[in-house]
T-cell receptor, first 114, second 112 residues
Framework: KAGVTQTPRYLIKTRGQQVTLSCSPI?????VSWYQQTPGQGLQFLFE???????NKGNFPGRFSGRQFSNSRSEMNVSTLELGDSALYLC?????????????FGPGTRLTVL | AQSVAQPEDQVNVAEGNPLTVKCTYS??????LFWYVQYPNRGLQFLLK??????LVKGSYGFEAEFNKSQTSFHLKKPSALVSDSALYFC??????????FGTGTRLTVIP
C-alpha cells in the first residue's frame, strides 16, 4: 500500500496570505488528523476528520480550517498567515474505527511565512 | 487535563550499549500511551503502544517500553543501540477522542 502523501512538501508564503495543504491517506483509511510541529510548541493536534465530518478539534484559532472529501483526501487551510504559522504540518491517517490504533503519518509540508 | 513530559531533550549513548528514553504522563483515567520516532525530513513512525495488559510492551526495531503505573512512567528501552537508531523520539498520550498529546521529544544520538 502507498503511504500517506502530502503536497506540497515545501511552501513559502508572506504574512496575510492564505495557504491550502493537501493530504491523501492510506487507501481504505477514513480518518485524517492534522498536527502542527514547531520547535517552540512541539507537536500539537489541529483537527481530525472522519467520513467528511470534523470529529475532533484542537485549540487553534479559526484561521485554521479543514475539510475532507468523499475519497477521504483532506485539505487544511490557513487564512491570514502570521509569522508564527511557520511550521511543519503533518497529517496522519488510520482506518477510523476502533480505538487506540496507530496512526500513519505523512512526511509533512514545511510552511515558511515571511 | 492530560500531559506528557520527556525530561531529557538529548540522550547520547554508545553503539552497543542499552538505551533508555524517559517519559512520564499525567491523566485522569486510564492512560493510553504511544512511542513514535521521527527521522530527518520524515513523518512520525509508530514504534509501540500500551493500552492494557502486560507492563512490558514490545515494538518495532527491537524497542520495548515499560509501563509503570505507580511512577506514571512509560520509558522506551532497547538492549543494544544502533547508530541507525539516532532520531527524534516522541512519547504520546491518546485520549478517548483519538487525538494524540505529544511530549516535547528527545533527540537520541548513538555514537559509533
Amino acid at each position: 500500500k502507498a503511504g500517506v502523501t502530502q503536497t506540497p512538501r515545501y511552501l513559502i508564503k508572506t504574512r496575510g496570505q492564505q495557504v491550502t495543504l493537501s493530504c491523501s491517506p492510506i487507501s481504505g483509511h477514513r480518518s485524517v488528523s492534522w498536527y502542527q510541529q514547531t520547535p517552540g510548541q512541539g507537536l500539537q493536534f489541529l483537527f481530525e476528520y472522519f467520513s467528511e465530518t470534523q470529529r475532533n478539534k484542537g485549540n487553534f484559532p479559526g484561521r485554521f480550517s479543514g475539510r475532507q472529501f468523499s475519497n477521504s483526501r483532506s485539505e487544511m487551510n490557513v487564512s491570514t498567515l502570521e509569522l508564527g504559522d511557520s511550521a511543519l504540518y503533518l497529517c496522519a491517517s488510520y482506518p477510523g474505527t476502533g480505538r487506540f490504533n496507530e496512526q500513519f503519518f505523512g512526511p509533512g509540508t514545511r510552511l515558511t511565512v515571511l | 487535563a492530560q500531559s506528557v513530559a520527556q525530561p531529557e531533550d538529548q540522550v547520547n549513548v554508545a553503539e552497543g550499549n542499552p538505551l533508555t528514553v524517559k517519559c512520564t504522563y499525567s491523566v485522569s483515567g486510564n492512560p493510553y500511551l504511544f512511542w513514535y520516532v521521527q527521522y530527518p525530513n520524515r513523518g512520525l513512525q509508530f514504534l509501540l503502544k500500551y493500552i492494557t495488559g502486560d507492563n512490558l510492551v514490545k515494538g518495532s526495531y527491537g524497542f520495548e517500553a515499560e509501563f509503570n503505573k505507580s511512577q506514571t512512567s512509560f520509558h522506551l528501552k532497547k538492549p543494544s543501540a544502533l547508530v541507525s537508531d539516532s532520531a527524534l523520539y516522541f512519547c504520546a498520550l491518546q485520549t478517548g477522542a483519538n487525538n494524540l498529546f505529544f511530549g516535547t521529544g528527545t533527540r537520541l544520538t548513538v555514537i559509533p
